[in-house]
T-cell receptor, first 113, second 114 residues
Framework: AQTVTQSQPEMSVQEAETVTLSCTYDTSESDYYLFWYKQPPSRQMILVIRQEAYKQQNATENRFSVNFQKAAKSFSLKISDSQLGDAAMYFCACNNAGNMLTFGGGTRLMVKP | DTAVSQTPKYLVTQMGNDKSIKCEQN?????MYWYKQDSKKFLKIMFS???????INETVPNRFSPKSPDKAHLNLHINSLELGDSAVYFC?????????????FGPGTRLTVL
């Protein structure tokens, strides 16, 4: 069975600072993808960033980047220059064959002005 | 235009009733999913549906049944509702089943069973 673990239920960051959200996973798939989704209070799920497991290069999307450590099965999300609009629940996820997502328990990110 | 829409957004009903949640996507996708988010925000896959092939998460009770009249729609029927079914249900879609295909989510339906 696939598992995804987010060990930080809540995180807080000062506006304009950098914060890192942690995620570890376990999967028996040889070919898989990892994702970070954002869920603001509106509850809409928004894809933040995606990483292909066979790619060594870490994915980046503007202020968002990941630190993918395949051997350690770790996939952390770094948010630079944090903005008030970044406040949300963040979910780490891994897909299985059939593209169904297994999600972690989420990390609530608070951004202080 | 909303890419993935769900109706209703809120549903309050009594225990034992049967209810349906509708999902429609206008993205031209051929794969659709249902996820359940419980009160602790934990998200879990329930089904995926692609070209008439249904993949069911083994933990989903058979009171839940997805029905797809066409590729753009995947409705969720729930029979004999129980208190534990209270949750937010998300529909999602993607283009194909290939790994890594981005899933686009609907706004969610909050189901409350009294």
């Amino acid at each position: 069975a696939q598992t995804v673990t987010q060990s930080q239920p809540e995180m807080s960051v000062q506006e304009a600072e950098t914060v890192t959200l942690s995620c570890t996973y376990d999967t028996s798939e040889s070919d898989y993808y990892l994702f970070w989704y954002k869920q603001p209070p509106s509850r809409q799920m928004i894809l933040v960033i995606r990483q292909e497991a066979y790619k060594q290069q870490n994915a980046t999307e503007n202020r968002f980047s990941v630190n993918f450590q395949k051997a350690a099965k770790s996939f952390s999300l770094k948010i630079s220059d944090s903005q008030l609009g970044d406040a949300a629940m963040y979910f780490c996820a891994c897909n299985n064959a059939g593209n169904m997502l297994t999600f972690g328990g989420g990390t609530r990110l608070m951004v202080k002005p | 235009d909303t890419a993935v829409s769900q109706t209703p957004k809120y549903l309050v009903t009594q225990m034992g009733n049967d209810k349906s949640i509708k999902c429609e996507q206008n993205l031209g996708h051929d794969t659709m999913y249902w996820y359940k988010q419980d009160s602790k925000k934990f998200l879990k896959i329930m089904f995926s549906y692609n070209n008439k092939e249904l993949i069911i998460n083994e933990t989903v009770p058979n009171r839940f049944s997805p029905k797809s009249p066409d590729k753009a729609h995947l409705n969720l029927h729930i029979n004999s509702l129980e208190l534990g079914d209270s949750a937010v249900y998300f529909c999602a879609s993607s283009l194909g089943l290939a790994g890594g295909r981005e899933q686009f989510f609907g706004p969610g339906t909050r189901l409350t069973v009294l």
